[in-house]
Nanobody
Framework: QVQMVESGGGSVQTGGSLRLSCSIS????????MGWFRQAPGKEGEGVSC????????NYADPVKGRFTISRDGVKNILYLQMNTLKPEDTAIYYC?????????????????WGRGTQVTVSS
């Protein structure tokens, strides 16, 4: 059974940084594209970023391009999201997620499974 456990969320001021981690087990880590989406209060979920197996390709939502960096460690089976220059509009619960097997990162809204999320709060 797939398990995904996020960590690294917290409260920061505008301009600050956080690094989210997601420990993934129960599947062949290197076989799946995986990424992050977020959900702010009262809003629909929004795809943030995606990384194909081996990190050969990455994809980012426009609001985070140039500020967020996704990476993955195939030895530790951990997915990361480095978030820099954070803004109040980045405040949300962040979920790590995997794509259906064989699917790449062409879209940021279709996910097969996800974790329980970690809260990120950015104050002005």
């Amino acid at each position: 059974q797939v398990q995904m456990v996020e960590s690294g969320g917290g409260s920061v001021q505008t301009g600050g940084s956080l690094r989210l981690s997601c420990s993934i087990s129960g599947l062949s880590f290197d076989a799946y594209a995986m990424g992050w989406f977020r959900q702010a209060p009262g809003k629909e979920g929004e795809g943030v970023s995606c990384s194909t197996p081996g990190a050969l390709r990455t994809n980012y939502a426009d609001p985070v391009k140039g500020r967020f960096t996704i990476s993955r460690d195939g030895v530790k089976n951990i997915l990361y999201l480095q978030m820099n220059t954070l803004k109040p509009e980045d405040t949300a619960i962040y979920y790590c997620a995997i794509k259906p097997l064989g699917q790449a990162c062409g879209n940021l809204h279709e996910w097969r499974a996800w974790g329980r999320g970690t809260q990120v709060t950015v104050s002005s």
